[in-house]
């Protein structure tokens, strides 16, 4: 069955969700969560995203926000994740997809329920078991959002005004 077209909006949130292919670990060393951070921060700033919350996992990202022109979502995710897969494969010595079809985006209204999807997406290694609480798990928006520090210094964090 043929995917229909992706529903875009103004004035929404989006929760972007990008998977490796077949569930394959994206990011292997510390070095390749850093490099698609700093991929983020370019592409953020190309399309006008506004990013409220993300989490790096190993096999996936999620990433919450909203950008100006809803008709450069899918550039702006292409974006990272095409310069992202050439990164992962020159350093892996990998041809081939990386992700797993194309990412996902769910729509989200400014209310209550951003605030929770954002915690979702906050406590994802939580539920992972990769770590106990969601501030031990630095490839997350948890610190900068809720004790805003960055121990990545990233500083991706746009204000979310409800």
Not at 101 to 109: A, E, M
Not at 117 to 128: D, K, S
Request: charged share 25%.
């Amino acid at each position: 069955m043929p995917r229909g077209p992706r529903v875009l909006m103004k004035n929404v949130c989006y929760h972007l969700i990008a998977r490796g292919n077949q569930k394959q670990d994206i990011f292997r060393e510390e070095e390749d969560f850093k490099v698609y951070l700093l991929k983020l921060r370019k592409y953020k700033i190309k399309y006008h995203f506004q990013i409220y919350g993300y989490c790096l996992m190993p096999n996936h990202v999620h990433i919450m926000g909203e950008i100006k022109q809803p008709s450069n979502l899918a550039k702006f995710m292409h974006g990272i994740n095409r310069s992202y897969t050439e990164y992962f494969n020159k350093k892996y010595n990998m041809v081939g997809h990386l992700w797993q079809d194309r990412f996902k985006s769910k729509i989200i209204v400014r209310d209550r329920y951003l605030l929770d999807c954002i915690q979702y997406i906050e406590l994802n290694p939580v539920r992972a078991e990769i770590t106990k609480t969601p501030a031990e798990y630095k490839w997350s928006s948890f610190l900068e959002r809720v004790l805003a520090k960055s121990l990545n210094n990233n500083g991706l964090l746009d204000e979310l005004h409800i």
